[in-house]
């Protein structure tokens, strides 16, 4: 009768540790993906964080917004925009549009032969008296590509000057219908800005037109 009873106990024993091993399909599933993601972190090489000071500093007011206007990321690039340096443009072959070093004299002695040039009279007065030569030659060489030295363009772009000393050389990009001027325009301080030397750089005409 004892070794009846010593069997049972021993066959209920296993069945309970077999039991107690077996876990609900969550569990296991559970246990599985705390494995998978503890083998993945192994794996990965974790990034520094870019800026830890910014993402803990408290941006609920910005320098150049009013208190009032709600923070969003938006609001943040346009603040951070603001607060940069000035971007400007730049066209391909020609180069910068920042014109921020032409004095005020010398643009207004730029703008006036410019002017001049598009109506096509009137550009002496801009020229040093002693280099006058140098609009001959200019207005020689556009009749000789153009066949006529009027109405040929009828706009203009400044780029950034090139200072040397007391002169600034302008690159100014002529435009009209199917043609095109690119030429330096050199003034000097001390012949109160005016003119003298225009350097051709580039044309372009409706026959060599790509």
Same mark, same amino acid.
């Given at each position: 009768?004892?070794?009846c ?22 569990e ?5 993906k ?5 083998? =993945? *972190? ?7 964080? @870019?800026e830890? %000071?910014? &993402?803990?500093r408290?941006?609920e /007011? ?11 990321p ?26 921020s ?27 040093? =008296? *002693? ?7 200019? @207005?020689?060489? %556009?009749? &000789?590509?153009?066949?006529?030295? /009027?109405n ?11 200072i ?20 330096f ?24 037109a790509e």
């Open positions: 009768m004892w070794k009873v010593l069997i049972c106990i021993s066959a209920a024993s296993s069945v309970f540790f077999a039991c107690s091993n077996i876990g609900s399909p969550a296991s599933e559970g246990k599985d705390t494995l998978m993601s503890l083998m =993945a *972190e192994r794996r990965i090489d974790w990034e520094n964080e @870019l830890p %000071i910014a &993402l803990k408290n941006i /007011k910005l320098d150049g917004v009013e208190s009032g206007v709600d923070i969003t938006q609001t943040y690039a346009l603040s951070a925009l603001k607060r940069g340096s000035t971007v400007y443009p730049f066209i391909e072959g020609f180069g910068s549009l920042d014109t070093s032409l004095t005020k004299e010398a643009k207004a002695v730029l703008d006036g032969f410019c002017n001049a040039f598009l109506d096509g009279s009137g550009e002496e007065s801009y020229i040093d =008296a *002693e280099k006058k030569y140098a609009l001959v030659f200019f @207005l020689s060489d %556009i009749k &000789l590509f153009f066949k006529t030295e /009027k040929i363009f009828d706009g203009r772009t400044y780029g950034t000057p090139f040397k000393d007391e002169t600034f050389g302008v690159p100014v990009r002529f435009t009209g219908k199917d043609v095109l001027l690119d030429v325009i050199y003034l000097n301080r001390n012949s109160d800005w005016k003119i003298n030397q225009i350097q051709i750089k580039n044309i372009r005409t409706a026959e060599n």
